[in-house]
């Protein structure tokens, strides 16, 4: 079981589980809305319960082995109620206490991974510069052609790859290239076009410092359309 943010401590897996009654902070990630076989076989009306009731165990079963741990969702303090609002199911806790029982939790059902935040006599250590993450613009451009005032405009539907440390920040490294782009030229009757920016539609974050030639989604966009029969899933099992 992952348990990440020790190199933040400059602790490994070794030394953290040598600290023994050390006070620690962390989070922990559940397994709360993992679609297991037996969710699979489950009709659809059934599921939604099963998975929170399947949490709430989980939960309920964590304070009841580790009572020297504290644990805290983003709604307040566990009181042993079950948790049923399919929007509200926690997906992480918050767990104050020794590291030896924080490190026990790692192997526990439904503890997909721990993250860890502080640990008492350890300094963090300062974090780096985060590397630039990839954007994807999505830009509309025009062709403007010289003293042209009448009839269809052509039109350019545009997407730019750009490193970038924000959203805004991936618009505004792009201001240069349209420039750039929109230098004009002559066409083959002679006249001026340019290729302007009119306005970006949408910027969208890749979530990876590197593209994987493989295969990297750049962009998406999610919409509807009339369902067709030949999509009708029907999974077995």
């Not at 939604?48 to 009841?64: E, G, K, M, T």
Request: proline fraction near 5%; charged fraction near 30%.
């Amino acid at each position: 079981m992952p348990v990440t943010g020790l190199e933040n401590f400059m602790l490994t897996r070794v030394s953290f589980r040598r600290l023994g009654n050390r006070k620690v902070l962390a989070y922990v990630n559940l397994r709360t809305y993992d679609i297991t076989p037996v969710v699979q076989r489950l009709l659809p009306s059934k599921r939604l319960a099963y998975i929170a009731a399947r949490v709430d165990r989980w939960i309920q079963r964590l304070y009841r082995l580790h009572p020297e741990l504290s644990f805290q969702m983003e709604n307040g303090t566990l009181s042993g109620k079950s948790v049923r609002r399919w929007s509200r199911l926690p997906s992480r806790l918050t767990v104050r206490g020794p590291a030896h029982e924080v490190w026990g939790l790692a192997e526990a059902v439904g503890v997909r991974s721990i993250h860890v935040t502080s640990v008492a006599g350890h300094r963090r250590r300062r974090s780096r510069k985060s590397p630039l993450a990839w954007y994807c613009v999505r830009a509309f451009v025009v062709v403007r052609v010289e003293r042209a005032k009448l009839g269809k405009q052509s039109t350019e539907d545009r997407f730019v790859l750009v490193r970038a440390s924000s959203f805004e920040d991936a618009k505004k490294r792009l201001n240069r290239q349209w420039r750039k782009y929109a230098t004009p030229y002559l066409n083959s009757d002679g006249q001026m076009v340019s290729w302007s920016l009119d306005r970006v539609i949408d910027v969208y974050d890749i979530g990876e410092t590197e593209l994987d030639p493989a295969g990297t989604e750049v962009y998406s966009k999610l919409g509807q359309r009339r369902m067709r029969p030949k999509y009708v899933w029907r999974p077995t099992f």
